[in-house]
Structures are given as structure tokens and as C-alpha cells.
């Protein structure tokens, strides 16, 4: 549960940050660039944690799974905030790249914490 708060806090610090030097249309495409990988690593790591304390052998088919699973979510929500919310491509991608960027390699770190026994 703490990388998680690590992470979601690091977001919405840095998020914040850019708040201060943007305007409210480019704060919102942040926002909603940083939405989808935040929830989808938070999701992922609820479920490697609680099956890595259970079933360590479980954890590489819940992997493969979940990332199947995450392709068919970032498309949709990709799809979702360009088409439906109408959100400008430029701001929203660059927010979303660099969040995912960022929170998969927070993820990777804890990932290497966990396996090591330090979490």
C-alpha cells in the first residue's frame, strides 16, 4: 500500500507544479493524462503484492495477464479522453507518456524492492 501512496503522491505533487505554470484547459489535459497510468499501476500493484505474499509462483501468469489487460485499457482510455472528452492530443500524450513513463519505472524499483524483501 505505500508505493502506492508514493506514487499517486508524486503525481499529484508534480502535477500541482504544473498547474502553477499552465493554463486551466492544459492543467485539466495533465490531469487526465496522469489518470490512466496511475490507476493502472495502482491496480497492478494491489494485485502483485497481495499474490506475491500468497502465491509467489502465481505472480508471472497474473503479469501476463494483467498486461493483456492493460493494453485493452490504455487504448480505450486514450481512446475515451481524444475522442469523447475531446481533450487536445498534444498536452494529454505528453502528460500521458511521461506519466507512464515515470509511474511504470517507480513500479519496476518496488517491484525489485519486493523481490528482495525489502517492502
Known amino acids: 500500500m505505500r508505493p502506492v501512496a508514493w506514487m499517486a503522491a508524486a503525481s499529484v505533487t508534480s502535477w500541482l507544479g504544473a498547474t502553477a505554470v499552465v493554463d486551466r484547459r492544459t492543467s485539466i489535459e495533465i490531469l487526465c493524462g496522469m489518470g490512466g497510468p496511475l490507476v493502472a499501476v495502482s491496480g497492478t500493484w494491489f494485485l502483485v ?8 509462483q502465481g505472480l508471472t501468469p497474473l503479469m501476463a495477464a494483467a498486461f493483456v489487460a492493460k493494453m485493452v485499457f490504455f487504448a480505450a482510455y486514450v481512446a ?21 513513463i515515470a509511474l511504470y519505472l517507480m513500479e519496476a524499483l518496488y517491484l525489485r524492492r519486493l523481490f528482495s524483501g525489502r517492502v
Request: no cysteine; glycine share 0%.
Open 80 to 100: 475515451v479522453m481524444l475522442r469523447l472528452l475531446e481533450l487536445r492530443p498534444a498536452p494529454f500524450m505528453v502528460s500521458f507518456t511521461a506519466y507512464f
Open 49 to 56: 503484492e497481495w499474490t506475491y505474499r500468497r502465491n509467489p
